[in-house]
T-cell receptor, first 116, second 113 residues
Framework: GAVVSQHPSRVICKSGTSVKIECRSL??????MFWYRQFPKKSLMLMAT?????????EQGVEKDKFLINHASLTLSTLTVTSAHPEDSSFYIC????????????FGPGTRLTVT | AQSVSQHNHHVILSEAASLELGCNYS??????LFWYVQYPGQHLQLLLK??????LVKGIKGFEAEFIKSKFSFNLRKPSVQWSDTAEYFC???????????FGAGTRLAVHP
């Protein structure tokens, strides 16, 4: 099946610094990628929809200036957490929608961010 | 607002027991429906999906789900669970015409040998 990778899998950063997380579709093209945040023992919360070559669409309550999303190619989207704070510590998961199958999303393994 | 409810947060079963996990959603229009599974330490994987047609859909590993439109439900079932089914299960709804998925809170299933 389709594979989505994320890098890094874990990152620890100091408060006030920025962190970039990459999401790649390895064997398919993804015009649309999604970024989720998963809190402990809770569900996935959609943060934003990333469209190749255009601006991301953010969900209500998600600060677009804090969570910068870039989808520069059909296989790569990046999420940059700017000026990270401890409350940004979470598990960030991306998914990619195969341009051919239209509806199905394939999920990455997630990135555990810890802000100290 | 659109929402997905999974009624069972934590389920404990013995091997060979039958499983049914409830999922209800609130959205009046056309929807696509999904069940995902997350095994310990692994990423989300698709178990099964419903787009249209036969409301009883079969997925991988012996799982099935039934879409009951009148009840806005998409319950997941398996006649006989195995220890390897221990995982977290998420129901998700994709409102018609939209890309995004709306997830339920998840159900943590523990199967004891």
């Amino acid at each position: 099946g389709a594979v989505v990778s994320q890098h890094p899998s874990r990152v620890i950063c100091k408060s006030g610094t920025s962190v970039k997380i990459e999401c790649r579709s390895l064997d398919f093209q993804a015009t649309t990628m999604f970024w989720y945040r998963q809190f402990p023992k809770k569900s996935l919360m959609l943060m934003a929809t990333s469209n190749e070559g255009s601006k991301a669409t953010y969900e209500q309550g998600v600060e677009k200036d804090k969570f910068l999303i870039n989808h520069a190619s059909l296989t790569l989207s990046t999420l940059t957490v700017t000026s990270a704070h401890p409350e940004d510590s979470s598990f960030y998961i991306c998914s990619a929608r195969d341009s051919l199958t239209a509806y199905e999303q394939y999920f990455g393994p997630g990135t555990r961010l810890t802000v100290t | 607002a659109q929402s997905v409810s999974q009624h069972n947060h934590h389920v404990i079963l013995s091997e060979a027991a039958s499983l049914e996990l409830g999922c209800n959603y609130s959205y009046g229009g056309t929807v696509n429906l999904f069940w995902y599974v997350q095994y310990p330490g692994q990423h989300l994987q698709l178990l099964l999906k419903y787009f249209s047609g036969d409301p009883l859909v079969k997925g991988i590993k012996g799982f099935e789900a039934e879409f009951i439109k009148s009840k806005f439900s998409f319950n997941l079932r398996k006649p006989s669970v195995q220890w390897s089914d221990t995982a977290e299960y998420f129901c998700a709804v994709q409102p018609g015409g939209y890309n995004k998925l709306i997830f339920g809170a998840g159900t943590r299933l523990a199967v004891h040998p």
